[in-house]
């Protein structure tokens, strides 16, 4: 069954702290106390939110933001990709991490970028496989160009 990719918004903060608290376990308590600051996240348009089900159970989120140049390009920054173990390994991960590129590159983004632990090879091994260019500083980092115009 092909996963249901939706974009949140405004209108969504009850999807957004299920989804949050059936996939990212320890965000649940925190969103559910800060429900001002889920509205005013999901009415950002510097953010995202992308939420996948299958079967109208939840399976995965990934969120970010845009970040601004002084000259007006953007970059946008993946924060987090999450994944249910139970829906793990079905493609869900690319879809999601594709939709967060498209918004971006939508928004006029030059550059997405994430980072991960060097200890997380499923994580390493999907970024690879949509073709980031890994950056041995730190952390794992990886980014994707998507404007031709240099940064």
Request: glycine fraction near 12%.
């Amino acid at each position: 069954m092909r996963p249901e990719i939706r974009l949140l918004v405004p209108g969504d903060e009850v999807l957004l702290v299920t989804m949050f608290g059936d996939v990212v376990p320890e965000w649940r308590d925190r969103l559910v106390a800060a429900p001002t600051g889920v509205t005013a996240y999901l009415a950002d348009p510097t953010t995202f939110v992308f939420a996948a089900s299958v079967g109208g159970e939840p399976a995965g989120l990934a969120y970010g933001s845009l970040m601004p140049y002084p000259d007006g390009r953007r970059m946008a920054y993946l924060h987090e990709l999450g994944v249910a173990e139970t829906f793990r390994r079905r493609g869900i991960g690319t879809t999601l991490v594709r939709a967060a590129m498209d918004w971006s590159r939508e928004r006029g983004a030059a550059k997405f970028w994430l980072s991960t632990g060097g200890h997380n090879d499923g994580a390493q091994a999907l970024y690879e496989h949509l073709g980031g260019d890994r950056k041995p500083l730190g952390d794992v980092n990886y980014w994707w160009t998507l404007d031709p115009t240099p940064l």
